[in-house]
């Protein structure tokens, strides 16, 4: 799990896929509670172990021996495992909840009655926040905890969200844009803000959570019903089948007691897995949600685990936020020191994140020490949208600069000319999907160019080892961006990505989502504005941003609640991670059923056929002591699977030929070798207990 | 020649020959199952019985067609063995026994030819003929039906259309059964195969004893009987009979017939699906098994552990003396590994071991290679199984054939696997709970226990080969074998149909790299080992009281 290790450490919140020993304990008044049958029932494979240990009880009553006695209490051992798995998994959502619940006390909210007009104050009353209905407007000061989920109508604020978030650092929300809403229990840090209350009492994001992290309204994912059928008819395969073997073996001279025709079928039916499966199910959404990621369906998790193409947008998915500059040109005749100093005069006063770069720059990489040349009489030059330049005027001279048209027109009007190489080099840039600025001074009233700056988008670092990764597990990358399609093309190459939609509008992403499912492929995107609800909606896994409007996040089958793009990708491990989990421990149930069978059935058989003693390839000690060490070791590997059922089994992004191989030598071979260890081990003891040798 | 070289230079013109015909035989089957055109003889047909050759039906109406057919055929061959005195070429035999017609109807129509009366002193020419051998052709086309159904629901996308039965029947029939069994029984004849309408001849034997000896339409019902994989022999004896099976020669023929069809079916499959590699791979594991059998019984047979074989220097009790070790075990495991069920040597006679692996490669599932059709889309459906356990280890919701694995095929593919070993075990455990089957067994111990269980796996896999020593014609056992062999072979056809018709609904997926490839060694080892495991867990315990327990 290297690949996620980045964004576990978050405060308040349970460590992701660590069993900690004692919730081994506290579970287990919970596991006791749940041997009651009604619960049992949902479980068929263990309900068989629970049907099969009344049985043997029964046994052991009428004809008590240690053997009988010894294999009745393991059975409810076995029973006891497979509940306190659930439970532990069920324990670890329900600490997550109890700290939900302390953000969901019961607030008082300000209802607006009637709003401000003309410089009259808004009426107000007093409502509790269980009061509020869809569509109230509410006032929410600084210090003030939000009573609902909400679109924030007016104001700007900055909310402390570490509620659910576990994020300390405060967000800013306004209205307008999207980076509107707010979420009931967070609390408004500074400001006054109007919220609109989009989310019915009970029906809030913060109940959502709770619900899904307590597990309460955990149903079960289409491929979960599918493994449980199937488990289901290998329990009625083996049931079949040690129902059968009694006349068998009253034919054979051999009729077998209740306690070992039990244990042979709780050996064989595939008691691992069943007592598992819910388990890892828990577990996996709850690795999700240490992820800040709130999943809204099972069906939405699996979805993620078959997505075959990742729609990703670009600023902040691929790209660093904002452009910045890669390096100065210089027009032929103008040293590039003289180009650099102008740039960076030029910049000083620009806060933008690209006026920053381009201070950084000339600074790193030409030695251009900042601050060291401007006076008190330098006056700069704020951009403005109509003259799309900025600069700054020094008594000697003034530097100017900006997008070429625009610095070319105030070079001409200064007497000045700009060369042909100067365009010539504006337009490589554009063609490599760069941003030219061009820098240009006007010493005396007489104007030149003296070079142009290229700004570039920043790929994020790894970002293209990480869609290698995607391509080899056979994930479709294809960015989005409102870029140009030639500056979409060299960002996509240098970042590794299959395709690119430029100039996209919500139409066009709608567009492509259905033209890629139209050929059966499975769709992820994420979004945060309204804009981008529709296209949420049609996706198959839809990670809406946190921070984004409340429609997207209706839209949407997934909540990020870090607002992390990028997430999309491990949303997309943790979910394959699930499936992974759960077929390996199925192989490793099944392959287990091996070694059992030669403990067991030699056991059996071998006082009327001797000659079955050769099957006896562990050669265990006796009878009795290979049928109780074959229970024993079916019980103890429900609990020592746990810890794997729970952090999901090692996943590093591959091809699925390799990943095959490795999980099948790992939990296939190991699961047929495994048991012959350790029954092995445990009939070395099980022999020296009296009465069983 | 010693006996070791022989057999190896049998296996070899064996697989030459079945590799020489895989491609050509199996384009031309894809090429009947997918073309648009009639022939004028086809056409005919479809005028009497009704029949629009264009359209096409859904899953649930191809299943109706399928089972109100056979229905139909069970009816019709019950009527012709009751009504037998008063046909034509009835040689004089009487009625047949409800029980025992019941048991024999339903045996030829489900491909099983499971025999519990001796051929030549129960049924006429006429019976023969126009009932046993015309099934024997229908059963085999219907099962390649079946198997093509399911195909189309691979390849088709978003319909409930998969095919229309009586046309698939018609041209399974016509185009490939006819011809190829015509040519079949002429080589036969030239080997030395009988083929006569003959009343039987009345002879004194040398100690002075009468013998009537019954010849007959014997090369033309052996050759759909193999090709067929049927394996109800004109005569008790069956393929061990010189007339059915006169030399050695003849002999590789009728294991290479046997093998023939489902053998080329992987290539129809593969051609069908646009992926050539999957059929290569269903064929691998097929050949795999049996390859692995074949190595085993013969080991077995020849290395003849235990105390009487020793002395008496060979297994060749039950063994015909002109086929040897060799040629019965390399016949043995083909029929029962093809559902065919003919014999040529008594299984009951084999060691303790060698019956054992008889036994288990039925209880594999008829998949080595299995019958025409049957054995197809028997190793498809473990397929499936072994793709979505598998598929899960891969992170993805299982796919094959670029179709998803959901709880609706897990269900079918379930209910499939279920089918056969609850008929199996259920059947026998009844059987060997009461006195009275018990009674019909010739043997104690562990081989009356195998007995027993051969019995009912050949029934419910639709095998029909018998280990001998179980006097089957009882009406214990003719009702409930015959129960089991319809449940055996139309419950697996009809959730194969619901299958395909699921398949076909969906729309297809594209590949990609993180798509399981079900080519490749990994994928014929990982499916090669869950057919062998998914057998053995089911079947490991009552193996080990009866081959087991007088093999080791």
């Given amino acids: ?693 | 020649m010693n006996d070791t070289t022989a057999g190896l230079l049998q296996a070899g013109v064996l697989v030459a020959a079945l590799a020489l015909c895989y491609r050509p035989l199996g384009s031309y089957l894809t090429r009947v199952l997918t073309s648009e055109r009639d022939l004028r003889v086809e056409r005919a047909m479809y005028r009497v019985v009704g029949v629009d050759p264009r359209s096409d039906q859904r899953w649930q109406t191809y299943a109706a067609s399928l089972l109100a057919f056979s229905g139909v055929g069970v009816l019709a061959l019950y009527a012709l063995q009751r009504t037998q005195s008063h046909l034509p070429l009835s040689l004089g035999f009487g009625n047949v026994d409800p029980a025992l017609a019941f048991n024999t109807a339903v045996s030829f129509v489900t491909n099983t030819n499971w025999q519990a009366y001796s051929g030549e002193s129960t049924m006429g020419h006429v019976v023969q003929m126009s009932g046993l051998a015309v099934q024997n052709f229908i059963s085999a086309a219907v099962g390649i039906c079946v198997a093509v159904a399911l195909i189309r629901g691979f390849v088709r996308s978003r319909t409930d259309r998969l095919g229309n039965f009586w046309v698939d029947l018609v041209r399974i029939i016509v185009r490939v059964l006819l011809p190829l069994s015509v040519l079949a029984a002429i080589a036969l004849i030239l080997m030395g195969a009988v083929q006569n309408f003959s009343g039987g001849e009345h002879l004194t034997t040398l100690a002075g004893q009468h013998q009537t000896i019954t010849g007959g339409p014997v090369a033309s019902q052996e050759a759909i009987k193999e090709l067929g994989t049927n394996g109800g022999g004109f005569y008790n004896a069956n393929s061990a009979h010189p007339f059915e099976n006169p030399t050695p020669l003849s002999n590789i023929l009728e294991i290479f017939l046997l093998l023939l069809i489902p053998v080329a079916l992987t290539r129809t499959f593969g051609e069908m699906v646009e992926d050539k590699r999957q059929g290569y791979a269903v064929l691998a594991v097929m050949t795999t098994l049996w390859a692995s059998l074949v190595v085993a019984v013969t080991t077995f047979e020849v290395h003849h552990s235990g105390t009487a074989l020793q002395a008496a220097g060979a297994a060749m009790e039950g063994k015909e003396t002109r086929f040897g070790e060799w040629s019965s075990a390399l016949f043995a495991v083909s029929t029962t590994g093809t559902s065919t069920g003919a014999v040529n040597s008594f299984h009951s006679s084999y060691t303790g071991l060698g019956g054992g692996a008889l036994l288990f490669n039925m209880g594999l599932g008829e998949v080595a290679p299995g019958g025409t059709g049957s054995g197809l889309y028997g190793i498809l459906v473990l397929a499936i199984m072994a793709v979505f356990v598998a598929g899960l280890m891969v992170g993805r919701t299982p796919e094959y054939l670029r179709k998803k694995i959901t709880a609706r095929e897990i269900k079918l593919v379930s209910l499939y696997i279920l089918a056969m070993p609850m008929i199996v075990l259920t059947g026998t455990g009844i059987a060997m709970a009461f006195p009275g089957p018990r009674s019909s067994m010739l043997n104690h111990g562990p081989h009356g226990l195998s007995e027993v269980l051969y019995a009912f796996m050949s029934a419910a896999n639709n095998n029909g080969s018998a280990f001998a020593g179980l006097s089957a014609n009882t009406s214990f056992f003719n009702v409930a074998l015959g129960i089991a062999m319809l449940l055996g072979r139309f419950v697996p056809m009809v959730l194969v149909l619901a299958l395909g018709g699921a398949f076909a609904r969906q729309q297809r997926i594209p590949e990609t790299p993180g798509t399981l490839p079900t080519h490749g060694p990994l994928f014929v080892g990982l499916l090669t080992g869950v057919t062998i495991i998914v057998a053995g867990l089911t079947f490991f315990p009552v193996l080990a009281l009866g081959p087991f327990a007088e093999g080791l």
């Fill in chain 1, 1 to 693: 799990m290297t690949t996620l290790a980045h964004s576990t450490d978050q405060p308040a919140r349970v460590a992701a896929g660590l069993l900690d020993p004692r919730m081994l304990l506290t579970s287990l008044p919970d596991s006791v509670r749940k041997l009651d049958p009604r619960v049992m029932m949902r479980n068929p494979v263990m309900f068989v172990v629970e049907i099969g240990a009344v049985f043997s009880t029964c046994t052991a009553v009428t004809h008590p021996s240690v053997f009988a006695w010894s294999v009745v209490v393991w059975l409810w051992l076995t029973v006891l495992f497979a509940n306190l798995a659930e439970a532990v998994a069920e324990g670890r959502g329900k600490a997550q909840a109890a700290t939900l619940r302390r953000a969901k006390t019961e607030t008082t909210a300000h209802r607006v009655v009637s709003p401000a007009t003309d410089g009259v104050a808004a009426v107000t009353e007093d409502v509790m926040a269980s009061d509020l209905r869809l569509g109230d407007v509410v006032v929410v000061v600084a210090g003030q905890v939000i009573p609902g989920d909400g679109d924030i109508v007016e104001g700007i604020a900055s909310v402390d969200e570490s509620a659910i978030t576990g994020e300390s650092a405060p967000v800013i929300r306004e209205s307008g844009g999207d980076r509107s809403s707010v979420t009931g229990g967070t609390r408004v840090l500074s400001d006054r803000v109007l919220v609109q209350i989009t989310a019915r009492p009970g029906e809030s994001f913060i109940d959502r959570m709770i619900a899904l992290v307590e597990g309460a309204s955990r149903q079960k994912t289409p491929n979960e019903i599918a493994l449980n059928i199937l488990l289901a008819s290998l329990t009625i395969v083996f049931v079949a089948t040690t129902a059968t073997l009694q006349p068998f073996a009253i034919y054979s001279g051999s009729p077998q007691s209740v306690v070992v025709l039990v244990a042979l079928l709780v050996c064989l039916i595939p008691t691992t897995i069943g007592a598992l499966l819910s388990a890892i199910g828990i577990a996996g959404m709850d690795r999700l949600v240490q992820h800040n990621v709130l999943a809204m369906s099972g069906r939405a998790v699996e979805a993620a685990g078959d997505v075959n193409t990742l729609l990703l947008d670009k600023t902040g998915t691929i790209t660093l936020g904002n452009r910045q500059a890669a390096v100065f040109i210089p027009v032929p005749g103008v040293e590039i020191g003289r180009l650099a100093g102008a740039a960076q005069l030029s910049s000083l006063a620009d806060e933008t994140p690209e006026g920053r770069s381009i201070v950084v720059l000339a600074e790193s990489s030409y030695g251009v020490p900042a601050g060291s040349r401007v006076g008190s009489d330098a006056v700069f030059v704020p951009f403005t949208a109509q003259t799309r330049m900025s600069g700054v005027d020094l008594p000697d001279r003034q530097i100017r600069k900006g997008a070429a048209a625009s610095v070319g027109t105030w070079v001409r009007e200064q007497g000045g000319a700009a060369g042909p190489e100067l365009s010539r080099t504006v337009d490589e840039i554009s063609t490599s999907g760069g941003t030219p600025l061009v820098v240009a001074e006007s010493v005396d009233g007489v104007a030149r160019a003296l070079g142009v700056i290229h700004l570039k988008d920043v790929v994020k670092p790894g970002m293209a080892a990480r869609f290698a990764q995607m391509r080899l597990m056979g994930i479709r990358t294809v960015m989005i961006t409102g870029d140009n399609p030639l500056t979409a093309q060299a960002i996509a190459q240098e970042a590794g990505l299959d395709d690119f939609l430029a100039e996209a509008t919500p139409e066009d992403k709608m567009a492509l989502i259905k033209k890629e499912q139209e050929g059966g492929r499975l769709v992820a995107m994420t979004g945060d504005g309204t804009n981008d609800a529709p296209a949420l909606a049609q996706a198959d896994v839809g990670v809406a941003m946190n921070s984004g409007t409340s429609a997207a996040k209706e839209a949407g089958n997934m909540v990020d609640l870090d607002s992390d793009p990028t997430k999309l990708i491990e949303i997309v491990e943790i979910c394959k991670q699930l499936l992974i989990t759960r077929g390996a421990l199925t192989t490793f149930s099944i392959a287990n059923d091996v070694a059992k069978y030669f403990a067991i059935i030699p056991a059996m058989f071998v006082g009327v056929f001797p000659s079955l003693q050769r099957l006896n390839v562990m050669h265990l000690d006796s009878p009795e002591s290979a049928i109780l060490s074959a229970v024993i070791f079916n019980a103890l590997i429900i609990i020592g699977l746990i810890p794997l059922a729970l952090r999901g089994v090692r996943y590093t992004p591959s091809s699925a030929g390799a990943m095959l191989r490795r999980n099948l030598a790992i939990y296939g071979l190991g699961g047929i070798v495994a048991p012959f260890v350790g029954i092995k081990l445990l009939d070395l003891v099980v022999s020296r207990i009296p009465g069983i040798s």
